[in-house]
């Protein structure tokens, strides 16, 4: 039963790393296409626009929600048969007690951090993305008042942050490097510098269409995720250890080694 619930905690945090990829496709790559008319519909009359949602986007934003909210099912229920479970587990292995409640305690800390880390950052992204890119369209249209310029400079303060944030969980999923972070933050705050016209503080020159430019770049970062997903046996099993392969670990512990029904406490509801 515990690896059981382990594996639906790899799971879990296999799908959260899917809808990592999902947004950034949804996102910069259907707004690439877009742009540069790859994918539009055959009205000339009644193009997709990148400036507020369209087709594509709210069915890529519909996947990335089926997506975590299939995530957040499996976590929740992995969650609460480890703590229904465990006091049995811990009877049968008295002397593997302290360092399984520990290991057990990590994979979900780990997995509820960057799964309300991520939930955080998509909502960002759709207040963003609907109510503010479609209200900035409808009430002010090409008006520029204060009011708008405030709302304009909120809507791209909130995407920049959502940005960041997915970038930092798919880091951690990937264990990726400080000089390769670093890169992809970099990409992110200059492509939201060209989304915004450096937040509409130049009006001068349209640098609006640096962004979808640089999206055509987006590709790289999903192709990087499916090539290190199949070189290493998929990203769930680089982030969580299999139960089985600590066993010879824990044998190798104390046999004086004791822990109190109140160290359960470990284990986050």
């Given at each position: ?49 990148i400036h507020t949602p369209g087709v ?76 503010l890119s479609i209200g900035l369209e ?71 269409v640096g962004a979808p430019l640089l ?55």
């Amino acid at each position: 039963m515990i690896n059981s619930s382990v594996r639906k905690l790899q799971i879990s945090a296999l799908l959260i790393f899917i809808g990592i990829n999902l947004r950034f496709l949804s996102e910069n790559v259907f707004n690439a296409l877009i742009f540069f008319n790859i994918l539009q519909i055959g009205n000339s009359g009644n193009k997709y626009d990148i400036h507020t949602p369209g087709v594509p986007d709210v069915y890529g934003d519909a996947a990335v929600v089926v997506v975590f909210a299939a995530a957040y099912l499996l976590h929740k229920s992995a969650s609460e048969n480890i703590i229904s479970h465990i006091m049995d587990y811990l009877y049968e292995r008295r002397r593997q007690r302290f360092k399984t409640i520990r290991y057990l305690k990590n994979c979900i800390v780990w997995s509820k951090k960057n799964f309300f880390l991520v939930i955080t950052g998509f909502g960002l992204y759709m207040v963003s993305k609907y109510p503010l890119s479609i209200g900035l369209e409808i009430i002010f249209i090409e008006d520029i008042t204060i009011l708008s310029f405030i709302l304009n400079v909120f809507r791209g303060i909130t995407l920049l942050y959502s940005s960041l944030i997915f970038c930092s969980v798919y880091c951690k999923y990937l264990f990726i490097s400080k000089s390769v972070t670093l890169m992809m933050y970099t990409f992110f705050v200059i492509r939201n510098l060209f989304d915004t016209n450096v937040y509409w503080l130049i009006t001068s020159y349209d640098l609006h269409v640096g962004a979808p430019l640089l999206d055509f770049f987006s590709p790289i970062i999903i192709v990087y995720s499916v090539i290190y997903t199949i070189v290493n046996g998929g990203i769930q099993s680089r982030i969580f250890h299999s139960l089985k392969n600590d066993k010879h670990e824990f044998a190798r512990m104390k046999k004086d080694t004791s822990l109190n029904v109140e160290d359960l406490s470990l284990i986050p509801r």
